[in-house]
């Protein structure tokens, strides 16, 4: 049998799909051919297991061994992995978990799933050279209209309704974790890395209408006046100013365009 016929039965076995790789194996002493493919089978179940506690460290703390081993055994079963790099398996942990008994029962193990996986995006993303505020200082005063900003490649919003970030923030200083606890509406969050070390925080609806802007390329002009659902028209100069001001801070200014 050719080679690559042997590679797709095997993967296909280790898939749980119907195969004929046990035709390819030799039946002999000391193990029978089940036996043989079982340990290639279990090898392949917890080296995927393996991948999720490291992309869902605190998940698996707030679970215990026990819990996360059977969450992954279960995970791993419904959702074969699909990706050559094994880093990227895990992304649809968040939506399993909130969909399936008796996790689903624990809304908040699904955000903080969500916003585990995100984390580790945004420590992946690519990088880029940001500009620091001096750079906001040295635009021509009459060309602000017509500026608009891209924001670092690493940068992503999320919003929960649960106090998942809490949660992930003790888990990690290996503090009891708080109870879980459901917002009354949805809590807008910012993530983001600079210098390689992954940053988050909380938006107010101010910041999140101007972040919306930006990173929909908008000019400072459009930028302000999204900003006028929420503040009154003599207040957006200085806020726009002091939320730009700390963008740059944070690194997440990566480049400054005037349009035509």
């Known amino acids: 049998m050719p080679l690559r016929h042997l590679q797709r039965d095997l993967q ?5 799909a119907q195969s004929a790789i046990a035709a390819g194996i030799v039946d002999a002493p000391p193990l029978p051919i089940a036996e043989r493919l ?5 090898a392949y179940q917890i ?3 393996e991948a999720l506690g490291e992309t869902y460290p605190i998940l698996h703390k707030v679970l ?4 996360f081993s059977a969450l992954g055994e279960a995970f ?3 959702q074969p992995s699909v ?5 990227w398996y895990g992304r649809e942990l968040g939506e399993f978990l909130s969909s399936t008994p008796p996790y689903a029962d624990q809304p908040i193990l699904a ?5 585990e996986w995100t984390l580790a995006e945004v420590f992946d993303a690519p990088d880029a050279h940001s500009l620091p505020r001096a750079a906001l200082r040295a635009i021509d005063p009459a060309a602000w209209g017509d500026i608009t900003f891209r924001l670092h490649p690493s940068l992503r919003r999320l919003a929960l309704t649960w106090n998942a970030p809490a949660v992930w923030r003790s888990a990690s200083a290996d503090e009891a974790p708080p109870q879980p606890q459901l917002s009354e509406r949805p809590t807008q969050w910012l993530l983001w890395r600079q210098n390689l070390q992954n940053f988050f925080r909380s938006l107010d609806p101010v910041e999140s209408a101007a972040l919306d802007s930006a990173l929909r390329g908008d000019r400072f002009a459009d930028l302000c006046a999204a900003l006028a659902a929420w503040l009154p028209e003599e207040q957006i100069p200085l806020r726009a100013a002091t939320l730009l001001g700390g963008w740059a801070d944070s690194g997440i200014i990566v ?6």
Do not use: K, M, T, W
Request: hydrophobic letters at 45%.
């Open 64 to 67: 215990g061994d026990e819990v």
């Open 38 to 42: 079982g340990i290639y089978r279990n």
């Open 255 to 260: 480049e400054i365009a005037q349009l035509p």
């Open 111 to 115: 955000e903080l799933a969500v916003f």
């Open 83 to 87: 990706h050559r790099s094994i880093r």
């Open 12 to 16: 296909q076995h280790l898939l749980g």
């Open 47 to 49: 080296r995927l297991i």
């Open 76 to 78: 791993v079963a419904a």
